[in-house]
């Protein structure tokens, strides 16, 4: 395997790891309820932009078969700030349907990274000569 | 491929070593994992998934979630009681759930098990799995190494099934990562 695919592999490896972080820290803070506090909202908001970005920019380096995917979980991580955002700014109910729906695109973000990872890994492994 | 499986043990510590491995073999590239839950049926014939969720109405929508997909990965049978059931156990008892609980009935437990042979017994756990693999046999030899038995649906075929009961998959009620709650150790 040469340095690109190397960096391609590292790359996908580590947003996949980043939105599953999110997720689990997003489902930490719904089970916290009440007792998350406006600074682990932040953080949140602020890893869910970080890693959009991350993935927005690495879509162009990324196997063809992986690309769709990538794009689509951009659109969910894109929709994860916005629901923690809007969070920060409400309260009770409010809130628990913001961070609900932060979750949900969150958990939807790791799924289409995780088809863009079995997509890469299919392409290559069809490739590899038996 | 896209796969649907259940992995059942005979007790909990060998299901969460299950999970382990499953993750392992994603580590390893040789299945791709995209969510996993765990779940159990005690002695009264009551379906629990673990979950973060602490809120009771919460962990009741997870478990009636998770339980449809267990429905549905039994096949026709169990998608046919698919969500119905589970709401009405998951309401009647917070956090204790599932809609597979219908696959308790012995007429529709005698179906699943003619279609796919899953059924999750008294005193069972399984390793509930949303994956993409190419071989099945690395998730079937290891799986069988810790005891476990496999049972697998496509995608495409439980996509059929919620076709004809305008039903979605509820997958996204698997956690995307190796969940272990705190009181369990491997």
Known sequence: MGKMDTNVKESLDHIRAATQELHGAISDAVAKRGGATKADLEALAQKAKGVAETAKGSISTQHDAAKKHLADAVTHLEATQKHVGESLKSSAQAFQTSIQKALADARASAQKVSEAVAAKRSAISAKTPK | ?186
């Open chain 2, 1 to 186: 491929m896209r796969n649907y499986v259940a992995v059942v043990f005979n007790d909990t510590s060998k299901a969460y070593e299950g999970l382990h491995t499953l993750w392992q073999l994603d580590d390893d590239a040789e299945v791709t994992v995209h969510g996993t839950a765990v779940v159990h049926r005690d002695a009264l014939g009551n379906f629990q998934v673990d979950t973060k969720e602490t809120h009771p109405a919460l962990a009741t929508g997870v478990g009636v979630g998770v339980g449809a997909l267990l429905g549905l990965l039994a096949g026709p049978a169990g998608a046919a009681v698919g969500a119905a059931g589970g709401a009405a156990i998951g309401a009647a008892t917070g956090g204790m759930v599932g809609a597979t609980a219908d696959l308790a009935r012995a007429d529709t437990r005698d179906q699943a098990a003619g279609e796919t042979g899953f059924v999750l017994g008294v005193g069972q756990s399984a390793v509930v799995a949303d994956v993409s693999e190419d071989w099945t046999s690395p998730i079937d030899t290891r799986m069988g190494n810790l005891g476990g038995t496999v049972y697998r649906r496509a995608k495409s075929d439980m996509e059929d099934d919620v076709w004809f009961d305008d039903y979605y998959i509820p997958d996204s009620y698997l956690y995307p990562y190796e969940y272990i709650p705190s009181g369990y150790s491997l």
